[in-house]
């Protein structure tokens, strides 16, 4: 390899070799392929994002509804079933937390969590976890266990 037959890698080097406003002689000089007149004919032109050429833009032909809470707080929610099926498969005895929660995937470290009641909870858990639905409460309660809220 020498400097004489370097050359960039295949497909690497996308110009065209179309030089623009280098004289008449060259064909493309004059108004360099832009037109005549106008803003794109300018130097320092660039198109406003969403700009529809004076047409009335989409995102102020759509209407606005609705409203976002900007204090939501988002819950993952997990079911009785799931608790009992790491029950059944021995994953989880008696105490169920967020670590617990965490290793076996059904939450985040950041996730705030609310067990909700489908399914049946045969097992006595004691649940921490941040939220409860009643009917979760009832059956975890009903079932020997204890429900205790983080927040």
Do not use: C, W
Not at 45 to 65: A, N
Not at 77 to 94: C, E, M, P, S
């Amino acid at each position: 390899m020498e400097l004489n037959n370097l050359k960039p890698a295949k497909g690497s080097v996308h110009n065209n070799s179309k030089r623009v406003g280098r004289g008449q002689g060259s064909g493309k000089g004059g108004t360099a392929t832009r037109g005549h007149k106008g803003a794109q004919s300018r130097s320092g032109y660039s198109k406003k994002l969403g700009f529809e050429g004076g047409q009335m833009p989409l995102q102020r032909r759509v209407p606005k509804f609705g409203f976002k809470n900007v204090n939501r707080k988002e819950y993952q929610g997990i079911n009785l079933d799931v608790l009992q099926g790491l029950v059944d498969a021995g994953k989880i005895t008696d105490t169920v937390n967020m670590e617990v929660l965490i290793e076996n995937g059904l939450a985040g470290k950041n996730d705030l969590v609310k067990i909700l009641g489908r399914g049946e909870l045969k097992a006595k858990l004691n649940v921490s976890v941040h939220k409860f639905t009643a009917s979760a409460k009832e059956a975890i309660e009903a079932a020997g266990g204890e429900a205790v809220s983080l927040q």
